[in-house]
């Protein structure tokens, strides 16, 4: 029996963080080595231009984000490994179930209007983003998606686009089923009422911090004025964003780490988490390096994973459009 299909990805627009690792790519990892599922994991590169980037930066972004994939363990002999816009069934698809998808239910989706999505100027490809998205998701018959909350809402209208499109031209799509993971709340270090994001450098631990970057960053994390460890997400939301990130790392657990920093100030867990991170993607930091310099190998993991993913799509995309009477 052939195991179930497992697809996502991510988007290349810039250098990743811990909030991107342990929100996704820990995740990946893991489904990957669990040897459950054929799994397919992209560069979600026609997303990525929705934000503002010049053609140079975009083309050093995938790059850096492939070496990334393959720094934190994703293995091209276990998974799928390919760059969307290599794929032009993606936007081809898209267009089909453009065609299916109301407006009214892309301007529910909280994400768009989250970023500013009602704006004049908010481009057209941010507000249907999520149809491409169904595309990316339905092209494979993708049975399982792993998902946060926060994409929940894209991944239903993934479903509701396959019963949709099911029920008027017949049986084409699978209706994909989230596979909920729990995702730690990574939040920023300067500021724990916000998630960790690249807007916010001096907040933000990059997976490929140097060692004294990441201690500096730590450093300088607000903490509150009293002096006790102790997890409490309510009443001392900083200190338990920094034990969080020590126990999302090293397996502890929140009592365990209360325990461990019972006698200790503020400083020395500050020093105990940067040394955590620091060693924790050592290993990281030393194969992104050696993959820098080998950008051959990079690029052959993209040719193999495209050649696959273009091979299937292309079947799929070839189906629809017979079903809908546009095949040639």
Known sequence: MAKPILISGIQPSGKLHLGNYLGALKNFVSLQNSGRYQCFFFIADLHSLTEESTPKEKAKQIMELVADYLAVGLDPKKSTI???????????????????????????????????????????????????MAADILLYDSQVVPVGDD?????????????????????????????LTEIPRVMSLD??????????????????????EIKEKVKRAVTDSESVIRYDAKNKPAISNLMRLYGALSGDLMPDLEKK??????????LGLANTIANYFAPFRAKKAALRKQPKIIEKVLKAGNAKAQKIAAKKIEVVKKKIGVAK
């Not at 807007?199 to 004294?212: A, I, K, Q, T």
């Not at 920093?261 to 500050?270: P, T, V």
């Open 191 to 212: 500021a724990p009422d916000k998630k960790m994001s690249k807007s916010r450098p001096g907040g933000c631990v990059f997976l490929d911090d140097s060692p004294e």
């Open 151 to 179: 994409q929940l809402q894209h991944l239903e209208l993934a479903r509701t686009l396959a019963r949709k499109f099911n029920s008027k031209f017949g049986k084409t799509f699978v209706e994909p089923k989230p596979l």
């Open 82 to 132: 390919f760059l969307q816009s290599s794929v032009p069934a993606h936007s081809e698809l898209a267009w089909i179930l453009n065609t299916i998808t109301p407006m009214g239910e892309l301007k529910r989706m909280t994400q768009f209007k989250d970023k500013g999505g009602e704006a004049e100027t908010t481009n057209v490809g941010l507000f249907d983003y999520p149809v491409l």
């Open 261 to 270: 920093f019972q006698n200790m100030n503020y400083s020395e867990l500050k």
